[in-house]
């Protein structure tokens, strides 16, 4: 659409979702989001480059990699455990589920120890591949001077640095930090109703520590 010459601008759901004023249809959606691209007060999400969306697709394989790896491990310790033998939780303790399987103390039967070697080779099948992808990313990391810059600040990693470049919209689209936090989700939600309340409130934990 944009290079037919059209100006594209992204709504977030919950936005249009107020002026949805019946059935959820595709003629209701459609009006929606009219009503709503009218509003002075609505924000707009930048549509995300080619290059974003490909930075995005590989965070998702490698979080996918992620989560098959993490039920593996679960249902490996959950056959050792059937047959009394527990094992911590956390991948770092993997090396310790393997000398329980491989240990003279072993107990369970021959079929079990197959079948839990057999977990192990597609756990450190998993691990490899996340290694590859956590690999690619440092790579891709240093082919930008904006994640070259995020890295020099304390905390901000190459996985980070090109998460916040994946992800994240324009830094112009924020008023100030405390937006861009807000985005990340980093700042707690508003129950009060105006500045006054939350200043009343303010003021009389004040008192109740004075008073104390």
């Known amino acids: 659409m944009g290079k037919c010459g059209h100006e594209v601008k992204l709504i977030a759901p919950q936005y249009v979702c107020p002026f949805v004023r019946r ?5 209701a959606d459609a009006e929606a989001i009219v009503i709503a ?10 549509p995300k480059t080619e290059a974003q969306q490909a930075r995005a697709l590989l965070f998702r394989s490698r979080d ?35 000398a329980i399987i491989d240990g003279a103390t072993c107990d369970p039967p ?17 691990s490899r591949w996340i290694e590859a992808k956590a690999k690619q990313m440092g790579t891709l990391s240093t082919h930008s001077e904006t994640t070259l810059r ?33 985005w990340l989700g980093l700042v707690p939600r508003q129950y009060s109703s105006d500045r006054t309340d939350l200043d009343q409130e303010n003021q009389l934990g004040a008192n109740s520590i004075s008073a104390r």
């Open 23 to 27: 059935q959820k249809n595709d003629v």
């Open 150 to 182: 995020q890295q020099t600040m304390p905390g901000i990693g190459p996985i980070s640095a090109l998460a916040l470049e994946a992800f994240a919209p324009p830094m112009e689209s924020f008023r100030c930090g405390r937006d861009f936090a807000a």
């Open 37 to 46: 691209a009218q509003r002075p007060e609505m924000r707009f999400i930048a």
């Open 64 to 98: 996918r990699l992620v989560n098959q790896r993490t039920e593996l491990v679960n249902a490996l310790r959950s056959h050792l455990y059937e047959f009394g033998h527990t094992t911590p939780q956390g991948i770092g303790k993997f090396r310790h589920i393997e």
């Open 110 to 126: 021959a079929l079990v120890r197959e079948e839990c070697r057999d977990l192990l080779k597609h756990i450190a099948e998993k």
